[in-house]
């Protein structure tokens, strides 16, 4: 069984750095592409980065771009999104997930910004 656990989260004050990690298990995630989303209060679930496993080759979004990174340790398994510069508009529930041939969510981790 796939599982995917989130950590890192947090409150920091505007302008702060936060990692979050995601930690997966239950099967070899060579095949996968493993991605951050987050979800703001009020709003809809949205992109924030995004990694091909195996290659490496990354994606963020344009609102975050030049902020967040995102990376992979595969011997650890995991992946982990940095976030630099942090604004309040970051703040929302972060959420990592793996994608192959079905998808897996993460419980989420909560990250608030503090102007």
């Known amino acids: 069984q796939v599982q995917l656990v989130e950590s890192g989260g947090g409150l920091v004050q505007a302008g702060g750095s936060l990692r979050l990690s995601c930690e997966a298990s239950?099967?070899?995630?060579?095949?996968?592409?493993m991605g951050w989303f987050r979800q703001a209060p009020g709003k809809e679930r949205e992109f924030v980065a995004t990694?091909?496993?195996?290659?490496?080759?990354?994606y963020v979004a344009d609102s975050v771009k030049g902020r967040f990174t995102i990376s992979r340790d595969n011997a650890k398994n995991t992946v982990y999104l940095s976030m630099n510069s942090l604004k309040p508009e970051d703040t929302a529930v972060y959420y990592c997930?793996?994608?192959?041939?079905?998808?897996?969510w993460g419980q989420g981790t909560q990250v608030t910004v503090s102007s």
């Open positions: 997930n793996a994608f192959s041939n079905e998808l897996y």
């Open positions: 239950g099967r070899t995630f060579s095949n996968y592409v």
């Open positions: 990694i091909n496993y195996n290659s490496g080759r990354a």
